[in-house]
């Protein structure tokens, strides 16, 4: 006779997931201390972090630059991400020290933890997509790092669509089902016990025990599992409405080359010189842009930059010069872009030269025609080219020019925000105290915490010497961080690891009514001259 599936698939899931240990309303006592809270109140956070980040998403990237409400929703969003990891940061922190992965919740921790990176890569890409000043210069400063790594040309924080679609949807699905995997083992598998004290008797675990069983000769105490989620809730949302409303959130305007070329028209000349010259920085760069050499980084002799290969391909000549003065209806711009082409490569490079010297005599001033004023001398067609490119700029039409790739939806930044990330970027987060000396991207202008969870990842960046100092310092770093995110996630399988929280002992803080409980019943045990020590009131069956 055939076996029924349904009736075995239900039969699983009464005998894996009870009731009774789904919607709990008993738990052990030495549940009492505050540190198990924190995972509620993780939650609760996350709860508001998908409300508010749904309302930011429906009304569009734009809204809540412009209007109140959605400026006030955005600090919300904001608060309650910090929230998050606040409270995620100490729950992971008291779940260490009580070494939650005891006793076959190995899975447990590891499922948390694995939640904790994906919350840091989410909350990650919600910074690029702020479309603000703080997120061009998180992106310009990040895409260093996911070069070396290979993973540049895939993800693409210069990307804002991409960003976007990574941040609204694909991170919170996933952490979704993460933290609901969590939920669901720690039902199961119910909490850690303490660890024993001395002379305590109980029954040693073996795998396979139902919670009935694991929790034997454990004090139970009325528990509202509903109660305490509406709570931690109602603290969450009080909290982050009134650092909401006392604090707001920051939202620097973002420079553009229109911007740029409007407030510093010598600067911006400069910059496109040395993009048609081709010793700017990013046309010396290498992969993912170009075969060039000057930002590759390599472990030993493995390079996962040079091995990803080009992805983004950018002439710099090209596209921030030659390209826009091509749609230039001129005809003394065309013959100017004709005479360059033409001429020889040492031709060139004397004008090159020469204009270069020019411009760094200028003061800023314009003539009638709003073209930079410079010394007389052999420059050749530059002066006309780069009169006309400035005009493109001033007008915002080369802002346009960057982001058509003849693609459905114009939202790559790459090409604008490389080049402001020539001078323009560095100088602006330099007057707002964000370079990397001032710990980078983790920062936020303005007096807000920032990325603080990427204190670690940014750390390595300001120890003075080894690899972390040097020409590979993106990808030392990542090396560093992949092991002891490693190590993290597998804590309760590597041995030494995994005993740390009985050397630390910390965990007698945290249990210490349970362990006067013992201690109490161990003595009763002994004043009645019993030789065993008493054990603690058990738990029937029936009541599991």
Do not use: C
Not at 105 to 128: C, D, E
């Amino acid at each position: 006779m055939a076996k029924n599936w349904t009736l075995a698939l239900r039969q699983r899931l009464a005998r894996n997931y009870p009731p009774d240990q789904v919607l709990p309303d008993k738990q052990p006592s030495y549940v009492r201390s505050a540190v198990y809270l924190f995972g509620a109140l993780t939650i609760a956070s996350f709860v508001l972090i998908i409300i508010t980040g749904t309302v930011l998403a429906i009304f569009g990237p734009q809204w809540w630059h412009s209007d109140a409400v959605g400026h006030f929703f955005n600090s919300l969003h904001l608060w309650s991400v910090e929230a998050f990891f606040f409270f995620m940061v100490i729950h992971l922190w008291g779940m260490f020290y009580l070494g939650a992965w005891r006793d076959g919740r190995g899975r447990t921790w590891a499922m948390g933890a694995i939640a904790f990176v994906v919350s840091i890569v989410a909350a990650f890409t919600g910074y690029l997509s702020q479309s603000n000043l703080d997120s061009q210069w998180i992106a310009v400063s990040a895409k260093d790092a996911m070069n070396a790594i290979g993973v540049g040309g895939f993800f693409n924080v210069l990307n804002f669509g991409q960003m976007y679609g990574f941040h609204i949807f694909l991170l919170p699905a996933l952490l979704i089902a993460l933290i609901a995997l969590h939920i669901v083992l720690v039902r199961l598998r119910g909490v850690v016990r303490p660890y024993p004290a001395k002379g305590e008797v109980r029954e040693p675990y073996r795998k396979g025990m139902t919670q009935a069983q694991y929790y034997r000769g454990v004090r139970m105490i009325p528990y509202d599992l509903l109660r305490e989620v509406v709570l931690a809730g109602t603290v969450v949302l009080v909290l982050v409405v009134v650092l909401a409303s006392v604090f707001s959130s920051p939202d620097e305007k973002p420079l553009t080359m229109q911007s740029v070329a409007q407030s510093d028209p010598a600067g911006f000349v400069t910059v496109s010189l040395s993009e048609l010259a081709g010793n700017s920085v990013i046309a010396q760069y290498g992969q993912p842009y170009n075969t060039a050499s000057g930002s590759v980084q390599s472990a030993g002799p493995f390079s996962p930059q040079q091995l990803a290969g080009v992805r983004l391909p950018i002439d710099t000549a090209s596209v921030y010069v030659i390209g826009p003065l091509n749609t230039v209806k001129n005809p003394e711009v065309a013959q100017a872009v004709q005479t360059f082409q033409a001429a020889s490569a040492d031709q060139q490079t004397k004008w090159e030269n020469n204009y270069a010297t020019a411009l760094g005599k200028a003061d800023g001033s314009l003539d009638a025609d709003g073209h930079l004023k410079v010394v007389a001398g052999d420059y050749g067609p530059l002066p006309v080219m780069f009169g006309a490119l400035l005009d493109i700029a001033r007008s915002g039409a080369l802002d346009g020019l960057l982001l058509s790739d003849g693609k459905f939806y114009q939202t790559d930044y790459t090409k604008p925000l490389l080049f402001l990330n020539e001078s323009a970027l560095p100088n602006r987060a330099g007057q707002l105290n964000l370079l990397g000396n001032q710990w980078g991207m983790m920062n936020e202008t303005g007096a807000y915490p920032g990325q603080a969870w990427l204190w670690l990842y940014t750390f390595w960046y300001q120890v003075p010497f080894g690899p972390y100092n040097g020409p590979n310092a993106d990808i030392a770093v990542w090396i560093t961080m992949a092991v002891l995110t490693l190590a993290l996630i597998f804590l309760p399988y590597i041995p030494g690891l995994r005993r740390l929280p009985e050397v630390l002992k910390v965990y007698r803080l945290i249990w210490r009514d349970h362990y006067r409980e013992v201690r109490a019943a161990q003595e009763a045990g002994q004043a009645s001259g019993d030789a065993t020590p008493a054990p603690m009131p058990e738990l029937h069956t029936s009541e599991a």
